[in-house]
């Protein structure tokens, strides 16, 4: 279990997005089931690290399901969902990130339900965006050509040093 892929994920996640995704899990839109949920808060007691050697299914099984046998089929399944739901809560980061992206999706959407003036509004806030960031790598082109001239002055002042070192 220690090396299973939703572990690696989980051990990727910050503090503050742990909490954030268990917000995600008891979230009814994305999640219906509350198993995975109780699977979760017994992961996370082995956070950061998750190498405690009391991280393992058949442990984890008996403080989720007290008395009953142990079911390897039913831990694969909390793990798989689990694992699921940590890369939807990923795409959900990736998105929130990426402001252009959500709004190409959106146009998308409100294409296929032929929303016009929605459309033609979302429309004009990606072309504001693209401007602001043809703006900012503009500024930043502008950034770096100024510290490659810089660069060439002290490179051409080391090489007429060197040069005049020769020349003696």
């Known amino acids: 279990m220690k ?11 910050s503090p ?7 917000k995600f899990i008891t979230s009814p839109y994305f999640n219906t089931v509350k ?3 109780f699977f979760f808060k017994e992961l996370i007691k082995f956070y950061p ?11 984890i099984y008996r403080k989720l399901y007290k008395g009953k046998p142990f079911n ?7 793990n798989s969902k689990l694992e699921d739901l940590a890369n ?5 980061v990736a998105l929130g990130k990426n ?18 003036n929605n459309y033609s509004h979302t429309l004009k806030e990606m072309e504001e965006l693209l401007e602001k960031k043809q703006e900012q790598l503009q500024e930043r082109q502008k950034k770096m050509e100024e510290q490659f001239e810089k660069w060439q002055e002290k490179l051409k002042g080391r ?10």
């Open 35 to 37: 198993n995975y949920l």
């Open 72 to 78: 390897k089929q039913v831990m694969w399944n909390l």
């Open 49 to 59: 690290d998750f190498n405690d050697d009391r991280l393992n299914g058949e442990l």
């Open 16 to 22: 503050e997005e742990i909490k954030s995704f268990e």
């Open 159 to 168: 090489m007429e040093k060197l040069k005049e070192r020769f020349d003696d």
């Open 99 to 116: 402001k252009f992206e959500r709004l190409e999706l959106l146009v998308s959407e409100i294409g296929n339900r032929k929303l016009l």
């Open 88 to 92: 939807e809560f990923l795409e959900q």
């Open 3 to 13: 090396d299973s892929k939703l572990i690696k994920i989980l051990k990727t996640f």
